[in-house]
């Protein structure tokens, strides 16, 4: 009998990298000769984010910024091996990674057999880690099988389409020859002890980079840069209808399925209101708060202008999920976790959703 687990995650790329790497996203920003130079002196800033920062550039801060998130991602491992599921739906950005100027779907469902992926010799313009050091001393050529599961990713964008929403489909990669870093870093962080990843994942993309995808190719720019843009991104309140179609369609279906945001909250290096040094903790917040309360409306009522301004734009994964979960009727989540930090880039949040 069908079965549904949500989970919520990061895909922080850093985290893959050392500790003394950790804040090199803010190091490069405080290099910035568009961003006033009063603000990027560390003793203007805030407690917090000096604290962090202290004598090493956040290297200390790091460690426990890290124990943080090994303690979170081995709390929503155990809730993925305790629920045993089919095959694991995510819902992530693609930074200009498999989709480029030939086509930019809205949202995808990719419907690949297993596939053999090479973190570090694919992180080329993929999760920002090529040529450094990983965390877990892994040669270059480490090489992992995520397993696929074809028939039900068919299965789900069927019923996408037999539901109104008009998802489009890969059966193999186009630009990225393994998995973009929104997916392929959930299975390396959900496997940070490397006792391997049995599941099978279905990779559901989401454009949510939309203006900035392929004119900033969804990545760090400097802060007077100003390019053409391109068409937006699907709105939040899409992605959240997109989420309850999909909750159908897989309450409908004879597998245990585990859908799964993944991606950090506001991200610094989007958010101009705070100078790209920080992310907009407070609209952070106002999100977190309505997400532990089940408060559907005030998610759905987000504006995709908001969004972007407070360097959001990759929690658009998370609107899917929370849509899935309302439509079950289990819009409250079982689990969550607010990871905060002003020097790492962006808050991480964790959330589950155990039936
Ligand atoms: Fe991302």
Redesign the pocket.
Known sequence: MAEILGLGLS?Y?PFSGTDADMADILRWTMDDPAIPEAERDPARWGERMRAEWGEDGGAEAAASHRAALVAAFARARAALDAFRPDAVVIW??D?YENFREDVIPPYAVLAYDDLEVRPWRQAQGSSDMAGKPNVWGEPADTTFTIKGRPDIARYLAGRLLDDGVDVAYAYRPLHHPGLA??FLNAVLYLDYERRGFPYPVIAFPVN?YGRRVISYR?FLSRMGERRELDPPSPSPARMIDVGAAAARALRDSPWRIAVVAS??WSHAFLCDRTWRLRPDTEADERLYDALVRGDLQAWRSTPLAAIEEAGQQ?LLNWFPLVGAMHELGRGKPTWTEFVGTDVFNSNKVFASYEP
Do not use: R
């Open positions: 895909h790329p992530g950005d930074q870093h929104a949510c969804g991606s950090s990759e």
